[in-house]
């Protein structure tokens, strides 16, 4: 979900904009303003991802207003000047739309908004994400390889974590939610309520049974297509 701001000083406009911003499921409309200087305070109290923004206002214009920004949100600008056009994508803007813009050109500009922010926020997760975690065990830290992890097994409050290196697993307080947090950047599929399985570990796929080496672990009809989309063909 992109939050978002429209800002325009003409009514009639602000309210086609504001209706638009409504009609599309990933936007959450977090304010709508009259002028830059009401977006400028809306952004320091709020965290917007996505500015809908005029160009000729009163005061301070649109393009004044991104360059004042420090660490501007993604921009769309709406505007029914053209000369504007070469001026706004030099600050990296993500769409241009001249007024009065059809809906499937507003929704286009929201579609690369959007993917624009899967992207940035797919490289931030692999950034921030170490190779590594550590768990309370007995009362010391144990240090966790992710790549080592051949599998995970859930018992009530607690974890089995089943290394490659080691034939007794590791077993800490933690639930099933908490460690696959820890894994959503890697290659790990949950397939059973009390399973989540390393994709590159499955050696073979028999029914309701995954094999990996000597073990077979269950897999639960209602888990069955996230394998299926996790195991390329």
Do not use: W
């Not at 590791?170 to 460690?179: D, E, L, N, Q, R």
């Amino acid at each position: 979900m992109l939050n978002c701001i429209a800002v325009d000083d003409e009514k009639l406009v602000l309210d086609l904009l504001v209706d638009n911003i409504q009609q599309v499921p990933f936007l959450h409309l977090t304010a709508r303003c009259k002028n830059a200087l009401e977006a400028a305070d809306i952004l320091h109290k709020e965290k917007i991802d996505l500015i809908f923004l005029d160009v000729q206002m009163p005061g301070l214009n649109g393009l004044q207003f991104v360059k004042s920004l420090q660490h501007p949100p993604m921009v769309v600008f709406v505007t029914a000047y053209k000369q504007y056009a070469f001026d706004a994508f030099d600050l990296n803007v993500i769409d241009y739309l001249l007024k009065p813009v059809s809906f499937e050109r507003f929704l286009k500009a929201c579609n690369k908004a959007n993917e624009l922010s899967n992207l940035k926020q797919k490289e931030s997760s692999k950034e921030e994400k170490p190779g590594y975690f550590f768990v309370y065990v007995e009362y010391n830290l144990v240090k966790i390889s992710i790549p080592d992890i051949v599998y995970i097994e859930g018992m009530k409050d607690y974890i089995k974590i089943f290394l490659a290196n080691t034939t007794r697993p590791v077993i800490t307080k933690m639930s099933m939610k908490a460690i696959e947090e820890k894994l959503l950047p890697y290659r790990f599929v949950r397939t059973h309520k009390s399973y989540i399985i390393a994709a590159d570990k499955i050696q073979a796929v028999k029914r309701d049974l995954i094999a990996i080496g000597n073990t077979e672990l269950p897999l639960s009809d209602i888990y069955k297509a996230n394998l299926e989309k996790m195991l390329p063909r």
